[in-house]
């Protein structure tokens, strides 16, 4: 009689790698994880469903539903974050998910994982999602890129004006540059460091507008983030 063989066949989160050895009583398969684990199991085990995934997983799952518990701020932030980037019906999915950006595929299905980068990264339970001057959230580096590990910090708001593009809203197509509602110019406008708008100037020609703005932000030293005017000459 030909023994059965179950090599390459998948029993849940557990596909068989090979036959690893007979004891008196059962045969046992090496089988990998979903997970990276590897365990042996018996084939009646594999066969009827009672197994199937090397356990670690199971362990990692209750951890990371104790996380979610205890770090529910997190949470939240990594939960909105797949969501617009991955779910059409999500209100803000046009500004990410709509734009080709994606969550990493090490964070997308796997709280854990976003959890261990972020508190490697500055995030601090006490602190997080505080008002006040030291608030900080979940910020990407380039704005046209995914989140992911090598793209993502936590940034205060003043740091994240600075890599701000320009919003829907804006048609000027630079930051802080709007057309005036009732002539026909162009003008700009900041933020100072005491969270006040301030107004840098007025022009028929945008690229004027833009460039004394750019200049107000370097006479008075602000953090918001300067136009490339490299194209224009300036």
């Known amino acids: 009689m030909k023994k059965l063989d179950l090599t390459g066949q998948r029993f849940g989160k557990l596909e068989v790698i090979k036959f690893a050895y007979s004891d008196k009583k059962s045969r046992r398969w090496e089988c990998k994880c ?15 469903g009672n197994t199937c995934s090397c356990g670690n997983c199971l362990q990692r799952k209750n951890n990371a539903l104790d996380l979610q518990k205890e770090h529910k701020k997190l949470y939240c932030c990594w939960r909105d974050m797949v969501r ?7 209100c803000n999915y046009q500004y990410y998910g709509e734009r080709g950006i994606e969550v990493c595929k090490e964070w997308r299905h796997d709280f854990y994982a976003f959890y261990d980068w972020a508190v490697s990264n500055g995030y601090d339970k006490e602190t997080y999602g505080k008002f006040g001057a030291n608030k900080y959230s979940l910020d990407r580096i380039d704005n046209n890129k995914d989140y992911s590990p090598d793209n993502c910090r936590f940034a205060s708001k003043r740091e994240q004006n600075i890599n701000k ?13 709007c057309k005036h509602s009732s002539c026909d110019m162009w003008y700009g406008r900041v933020r100072d460091e005491s969270g006040k708008i301030r107004y840098t100037g007025m022009d028929k020609d945008i690229i ?3 460039k004394m703005r750019n200049d107000y932000i370097i006479d008075h030293k602000l953090s918001n983030q300067l136009n490339d005017l490299s194209a224009y000459g300036y």
Do not use: E, M, W
């Open 34 to 48: 979903d997970c990276g684990g590897i365990t042996y199991v018996v084939t009646g085990q594999l066969r009827s």
């Open 165 to 177: 593009r320009p919003t829907y809203k804006n048609t000027s197509g630079f930051v802080g540059i």
């Open 208 to 210: 004027i507008a833009t």
């Open 84 to 90: 617009r980037c991955h779910n059409p019906k999500a």
